[in-house]
């Protein structure tokens, strides 16, 4: 982990490459590198130089950018592109066409097992047998519904990625621990 020296180096390559941007007072300069420290600081010091260093040099931008969006390029460095939804639908008819649905074949996996995770998961979803079997005037609706699907699965594990591993901890015990909340406030008692 970096410490707070090495963190507020990095942070004053931001304020060079944004020099429009000017805090209140010295306080709230302090105050703002203490809060992105805490947001931060659990990146190694080279990926979050690579991150900042990315941000800079790729944004259209001319303000000073927000701890997500240093994440976001974070996470964008260390995760290799990842597919569209139409190559993951290609992986999908790739797949169908190459190896087909084999009910009765010991390998009846294989095909599932050619698929990219997030692929996969998607077409688990859904249904490899349901996907195969669909007729010729209802592919364009199995389509559409993996195309949704797997932009919605996709996005939300780039959400996820985003945060620290200790907030996504966090939040997994909360989560699990509030399975008999009904609701948190919503303005009545009782």
């Known amino acids: 982990m970096m410490s707070i020296d090495e963190f507020t180096e990095l942070f004053e390559i931001l304020t060079a490459a944004y020099p429009g941007h000017k ?4 306080d709230d300069m302090g105050r703002t590198i203490v809060l992105w ?7 190694p ?7 900042i260093h990315k941000h800079i040099l790729q944004s259209a931008n001319s303000y000073f950018p927000s701890i997500n969006e240093i994440r976001i390029k974070a996470t964008e460095v ?4 990842s597919n569209t939804a139409a190559e993951a639908w290609g992986e999908v008819v790739k797949a169908i066409t ?4 084999r009910p009765y074949d010991k390998d009846s996996n294989k095909a599932l097992d050619s698929l990219k995770p997030l692929t996969r998961k998607v077409v688990e979803a859904i249904g490899f047998r349901t996907i195969c079997m669909a007729e010729e005037e209802s592919v364009g609706v199995v389509r559409g519904q993996f195309l949704k699907m797997y ?12 945060l620290p ?15 008999g909340v009904k609701s948190i406030g919503d303005g009545r008692d009782g």
């Open 78 to 81: 260390i995760t290799p592109e």
């Open 151 to 162: 932009d919605q699965i996709s996005s939300r594990q780039k959400q996820e990625a985003l």
């Open 45 to 51: 010091n080279e990926l979050l130089e690579a991150a």
């Open 37 to 43: 420290y805490s947001m931060l600081s659990d990146l």
């Open 165 to 179: 591993e200790g907030l996504r901890e966090k939040i997994n015990e909360l989560a699990a621990s509030a399975k």
């Open 23 to 26: 805090f209140k007072s010295d």
């Open 98 to 101: 190459e190896i087909g649905l």
